[in-house]
């Protein structure tokens, strides 16, 4: 069992490669904001301890995602490794991880700083399939028509303002970028140019995976 990592600032376009680069890894994509957003929305403690941390933009605590890391890898669709989308976000996480699973792939997608606020503030996902757009940057073909199932229910995150954002940066510089030098040791560290179309990024990736 083997997994990949998508590593990369708010915003770098994680979930959208992810959810485009699936069906070709045959790896379910696992997205810790996901699991706490979802951890949120039905009241657990593990949401209750979280969302402080969330909506003020800052990482939860390490023992918080390592539990739920180690939960999610022992359901039946993880049995041949996944693709972590936004873990680990920290050194202790990262390590905790490699006693959990092997990695393979450390894919990292490069975007500036000042692109970030742009791409998250204009972000909504589909209520149904929860496939990702972008007002500007990607839209649906047809308005207010979800590319993947035809639904017409959108969602927008609490947490992607203007606001958050920079908070959300900051962490990410100080908490999270200091591990590609660690994976970088490691010689399973690619970087990717993600201030380029979806497209072409999605074909870089597949490259590196091959
Ligand atoms: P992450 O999971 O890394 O936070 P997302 O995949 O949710 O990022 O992408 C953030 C926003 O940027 C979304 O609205 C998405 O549609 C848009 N986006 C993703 N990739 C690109 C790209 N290469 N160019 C422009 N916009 C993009
Ligand atoms: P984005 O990719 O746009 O930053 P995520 O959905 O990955 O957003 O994360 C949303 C929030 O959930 C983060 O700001 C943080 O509070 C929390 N979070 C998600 N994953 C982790 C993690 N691995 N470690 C700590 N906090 C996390
Ligand atoms: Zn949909």
């Given at each position: 069992?083997?997994?990949?990592?998508?590593?990369?600032?708010?915003g770098a376009g994680?979930?959208?490669?992810?959810?485009?680069?699936?069906?070709?890894?045959?790896?379910?994509?696992?997205?810790?904001?996901?699991?706490?957003?979802?951890?949120?929305?039905?009241?657990?403690?593990?949401?209750?301890?979280?969302?402080?941390?969330?909506?003020?933009?800052?990482?939860?605590?390490?023992?918080?995602?390592?539990?739920?890391?180690?939960?999610?890898?022992?359901?039946?669709?993880?049995?041949?490794?996944?693709?972590?989308?936004?873990?680990?976000?920290?050194?202790?996480?990262?390590?905790?991880?490699?006693?959990?699973?092997?990695?393979?792939?450390?894919?990292?997608?490069?975007v500036?700083?000042?692109k970030i606020v742009s791409r998250i503030c204009g972000r909504?996902?589909?209520?149904?399939?929860?496939?990702?757009?972008h007002?500007?940057f990607?839209?649906?073909?047809?308005?207010?028509?979800?590319?993947?199932?035809?639904?017409?229910?959108?969602?927008?995150?609490?947490?992607?303002?203007?606001?958050?954002?920079?908070?959300?940066?900051?962490?990410?510089?100080?908490?999270?970028?200091?591990?590609?030098?660690?994976?970088?040791?490691?010689?399973?560290?690619?970087?990717?140019?993600?201030?380029?179309?979806?497209?072409?990024?999605?074909?870089?990736?597949?490259?590196?995976?091959?």
């Amino acid at each position: 069992m083997s997994s990949i990592v998508l590593f990369g600032p708010p915003g770098a376009g994680k979930g959208t490669q992810a959810q485009r680069i699936m069906e070709s890894t045959g790896l379910p994509q696992v997205s810790t904001g996901d699991m706490l957003r979802a951890a949120v929305k039905a009241g657990t403690e593990t949401g209750l301890s979280a969302k402080t941390y969330m909506d003020a933009g800052q990482l939860v605590p390490d023992h918080v995602i390592i539990a739920l890391i180690e939960d999610r890898i022992q359901e039946d669709d993880a049995s041949n490794g996944v693709m972590f989308d936004g873990f680990p976000r920290t050194i202790p996480q990262a390590e905790a991880l490699a006693g959990i699973t092997q990695v393979s792939h450390v894919i990292a997608i490069e975007v500036p700083d000042g692109k970030i606020v742009s791409r998250i503030c204009g972000r909504y996902t589909c209520g149904n399939c929860s496939m990702v757009f972008h007002d500007e940057f990607n839209p649906t073909t047809e308005e207010g028509v979800c590319d993947g199932c035809g639904s017409n229910e959108f969602k927008r995150r609490a947490d992607d303002n203007a606001d958050t954002v920079l908070s959300r940066l900051s962490a990410y510089h100080e908490q999270t970028s200091p591990l590609a030098a660690w994976y970088e040791g490691r010689g399973i560290f690619h970087r990717i140019d993600g201030d380029r179309p979806i497209d072409e990024i999605t074909t870089d990736i597949l490259n590196v995976l091959e």
